[in-house]
């Protein structure tokens, strides 16, 4: 769960029946936290394991993320794992140096449903996925997806060489911009006062409502459905470049939610990273390590250039998803090395002995180069210059993956002026 701006997770509601004992903790607002330090103003997201809040610091008159834990006994452990690991970070240098998220501060808040554990974040703006979105999956344009790069990788660096962090879940959901792409959505700059005390109405309106501000949504999507269809019929299809033009956003951002993150030194789980961006040592249980990390970054550059996941995989006709993304990452990397095919826990429920798919036969190589040019229309010349970026990425080797550091001293990142200030 992130502390953006606007959740990705936002769409559907995290259900009112959730809030019990055990669960989320209902927020007013208006409610006052750690001894009226911080005051709720509007909810930002959740996830399974927390809600996250918009709230004043009326101690340092800024707005910060505030997380709210559930509060069963598993929640509870999460939460202080996700705390040992920000706290480390927030030892080392400046986060805003380093492109990582600032723990702020963190107590226990008791309410009806348990005790919750809390956490106070830095507020930032909206996440990569929701960028992706906002620019209607056509992909940024190249001198962008550097300057982003360029902050994940020193954000990287920084958890890996000076801290030994892995991790584990990195994703455009999880990379957050320092601002919001919107404006009016900023609570700084769209100059909106603060909520200082709790507005009049209804006490349970934080839960209440919930089914109520769904229903609204799905009106509403519908009702743009419906307008959407209309107006194709009218136009063109050819959106108004202005409404989607990203030359005033600003695309510093830093990585954010730490809570499947571990210690190089002490792995925490086997299966990790979200499937799309999932390396095949993770799939093939063969250990992992800060390469993981790498391999998810270069799916993320690549996503922000096109708009599209590198790897969708899918469940087919007697084969799995495991190794239908086995098979897609050999269609555009070439055929898995057999020593690494054949290394893993599980490596003998995809392979034959000679390091060849059981079920998936039939390959169809279409190298990053070629797809890039055929599939997105790169001009030649940047399809090749950015392969050469992502390749190396993209090794079925870990250990042949440059590292962060190694990185950001490729020409291709600094081909041009791209360093976040």
């Known amino acids: 769960m992130s502390c953006s ?15 019990r004992k055990g669960g989320y903790h209902a927020v ?19 996830g399974h394991f927390s809600t996250v809040w918009l709230a004043f610091d009326t101690t340092t008159s800024t707005y910060v993320a505030l997380k709210i834990q559930k509060s ?34 963190h107590f226990k808040h008791t309410g009806p449903n348990g005790q919750h554990l809390c956490m106070v974040l830095e507020f930032l703006g909206d996440s990569l996925l929701r960028l992706i979105k906002f620019s209607r999956y056509k992909g940024l344009p190249l001198d962008r997806v550097r300057e982003i790069c360029k902050c994940i990788l020193i954000g990287l660096d920084y958890l890996h060489r000076e801290h030994g962090i892995i991790h584990t879940d990195l994703k455009p959901e999880n990379v957050l911009l320092v601002s919001t792409i919107d404006p009016a959505k900023d609570p700084v700059r769209s100059e909106i006062a603060p909520i200082l005390e709790r507005p009049e109405g209804n006490i349970n309106a934080g839960v209440t409502n919930l089914i109520e501000k769904r229903l609204k949504r799905r009106a509403r999507r519908a009702v743009a459905k419906i307008s959407g269809r209309k107006d194709s019929m009218v136009e063109t299809g050819e959106a108004p ?6 030359d005033g956003v600003d695309v510093r951002c830093k ?3 730490f809570g499947n993150a571990c210690f190089a030194a002490k792995p925490i789980a086997q299966e990790i990273q979200t499937r799309q961006y999932r390396a095949p040592e993770v799939i093939l249980e063969a250990g992992y390590s800060f390469s993981v990390d790498m391999w998810s970054f270069a799916c993320i550059a690549f996503e922000l250039a096109t708009g599209d996941m590198l790897f969708t995989p899918k469940v087919g006709q007697g084969f799995s998803e495991d190794e239908d993304h086995l098979a897609l ?22 392979f034959d002995r000679h390091g060849d798919l059981k079920r998936i036969r039939r390959l169809k190589f279409w190298p990053l180069n070629k797809l890039l040019i055929d599939r997105y229309k790169f001009p030649e010349n940047d399809a090749h210059e950015f392969s050469e970026f992502l390749l190396p990425l993209l090794d079925f080797a870990p250990e042949k ?3 962060a550091q190694q990185c950001l001293q490729h020409p291709w990142l600094n081909s041009k002026d791209s360093t976040p200030s």
């Open 5 to 19: 701006s606007s959740s990705g997770s936002e769409e559907d509601g995290e259900g009112f029946d959730s809030y």
């Open 28 to 46: 007013r607002i208006g409610d006052q936290f750690a001894g009226g330090r911080y005051i709720a103003q509007r909810k930002l997201g959740w």
């Open 72 to 105: 069963a006994a598993q929640f509870v452990q999460a939460a202080l794992h996700e705390i040992e690991i920000l706290s480390s970070i927030a030892d080392g240098a400046p986060s805003n140096i380093k492109f990582v998220i600032q723990l702020i501060d």
């Open 241 to 246: 470049k202005s409404d989607r033009n990203i």
């Open 255 to 257: 990585i954010v939610d």
């Open 329 to 350: 990452m050999m269609e555009l990397l070439g055929k898995i090395p057999r020593k690494i095919a054949t290394a893993g826990a599980k490596s003998k429920d995809f």
């Open 401 to 403: 993956r440059p590292t």
